[in-house]
């Protein structure tokens, strides 16, 4: 067994095609609250699991994206490589970083840090 942390889920975000649909249902369903970051992007709580709706033009191809956390991205990335994924989509978002695998089913996965920013 390695000695290096545990990368455990920290985050879910949900794609949505309709913003405004989509806040109105899961208010009213569950009862979350919402805090805009532009037109794009809201995130939720009272949901359980932080989490976030993200505005796509089209659904996403596995649904819900799960997202874990890593104080060293780099260590995370060398991780996943060496067991087998592609690290791909790398972003800078206001608060961090993150970059998109994929399993061996096919699920998108993301890992995220609160750590720098990529040269992008």
Do not use: C
Not at 50 to 72: C, K
Not at 77 to 105: I, Y
């Amino acid at each position: 067994m390695s000695d290096t942390p545990v990368l455990k889920i920290d985050y879910n975000e949900l794609p949505v095609t309709d913003m405004d649909a989509a806040k109105a249902f899961y208010a009213n369903a569950f009862g979350w609250t919402f805090e805009d970051y532009g037109p794009g992007y809201a995130a939720f709580t009272n949901a359980g699991l932080d989490g976030g709706l993200r505005l796509e033009e089209t659904p996403f191809p596995t649904g819900a994206l799960i997202i874990f956390m890593a104080e060293d991205l780099e260590a995370a990335e060398t991780r996943v490589e060496a067991a087998g994924s592609t690290v791909f989509d790398r972003q800078n978002f206001p608060g961090g970083r993150r970059f998109h695998f994929k399993d061996p089913s096919g699920n998108e996965l993301a890992v995220w840090s609160p750590n720098g920013q990529y040269d992008v």
